[in-house]
């Protein structure tokens, strides 16, 4: 009987790690820990008694809370969906902490300037890299200038992964552009 209980315990384990529950003191990934107070061990959870720093238990930016996107219980932590786009660039927060780049994951969802998607259709395409050619040989204080067209890859090992800048529009902004051709966050 005892083989059988130990048995269904590690089957029950494997089930709610698979649909994303997380267990009360227990670190799924290195960038967030579920910390409990005491409501939690009579019977019930209050959301104020958890720090959850990851929307999804991927990597997210440490010590932003959002916990808004969890559904705490007794003991654990529920993951929910989440379609908000913290800084406004057309990737939601949950894809843009993926891990894959062409879905707009390994992003920052709160770094604007990191999906290169001028055109707002959620997705980086030839209509992206003519958009910026209309803007081309524009700089800082121009008129039309837009600084979402201005862009900047500073690390060669994701080149797609792209930063702000202040440089004027020219061909280097087309070509880090179409670094990132085909991603996108549909």
């Keep these: 009987m005892k083989k059988i209980i130990v048995t269904f ?3 029950l384990a494997v089930v709610l790690v698979a649909a994303g529950v997380a267990f009360a003191e227990s670190a799924t990934s290195t960038n967030y820990k579920v910390v409990t107070g005491d409501t939690a061990a009579k019977g019930y959870a209050s959301s104020t008694n958890y720090k959850v720093y990851s929307v999804t238990g991927q990597g ?3 010590g932003v809370p959002t916990s808004s996107s969890y559904k705490v219980q007794a ?4 993951r929910y ?3 908000s786009d913290s800084d ?3 990737c939601d927060d949950v894809k843009e902490l ?3 780049p062409a879905l707009g994951g390994q992003r920052d969802p709160y770094y604007q300037w990191d999906f290169f998607d001028v055109s707002g259709d959620k997705s980086i395409d030839l209509t992206d890299a003519l958009e910026i050619l209309e803007h081309f040989g524009q700089n800082p ?3 039309g200038y837009d600084q979402k067209y201005d862009r900047d890859a500073p690390d060669e090992a994701k080149l797609w992964k792209t930063v702000a800048s202040a440089t004027g529009i020219d061909l280097t902004d087309v070509l880090v552009n ?5 991603h996108g966050c549909e």
């Design 9 to 11: 315990s590690i089957f």
């Design 60 to 62: 997210g930016v440490v």
């Design 75 to 78: 003991g654990l932590v529920r």
């Design 81 to 83: 969906a989440t379609t």
């Design 88 to 90: 406004g660039d057309g």
């Design 98 to 100: 993926g891990s894959n």
């Design 141 to 143: 204080g121009d008129p």
């Design 178 to 182: 179409l670094q990132s051709f085909g």
